[in-house]
């Protein structure tokens, strides 16, 4: 069963899926971003940057790289410029550099 979505405007009118989002399914319409899709969700804090403090969507135009997402098994994937689709796997708060025992900075 997929979680209400909270932010929308109006009723979806096109096609309606579910993507799974940290292991809970979220309603997703056709040709919107990950990042909407999230959004309307009520999901705001979407990752942890390389010093492992939590961020989310800034400009959500693709600029500012506040967005990334673990998205089908790929890291860094900008949420406001990848469109979803159905049975999609998403992880927020992931961060590669801390994974792999790295530092930044």
């Known amino acids: 069963m997929s979680e209400k979505r ?3 405007i109006t009723e979806a009118m096109d096609r309606l899926f579910t993507i799974n ?3 809970t399914q979220i309603s997703a319409i056709e040709g ?3 990042l909407s899709t999230l959004l309307a969700s009520s999901v705001r804090q979407l990752m942890k940057n390389d010093y492992g ?3 989310g969507p800034y400009c959500g135009m693709g600029v500012c790289h506040c ?5 089908d098994g790929k890291h ?3 949420a406001c410029q990848t469109i979803v689709k159905p049975d ?3 992880e927020t708060g992931r961060n590669m550099v ?3 025992g790295g530092k930044h900075g």
């Open 6 to 8: 909270k932010q929308d």
């Open 21 to 23: 989002v940290d292991g």
């Open 32 to 34: 919107e971003s990950v």
């Open 53 to 55: 403090v939590k961020s």
């Open 67 to 71: 967005c990334h997402l673990h998205i």
């Open 76 to 78: 860094k994937q900008r």
């Open 88 to 90: 999609m796997q998403i």
């Open 98 to 100: 801390q994974e792999q």
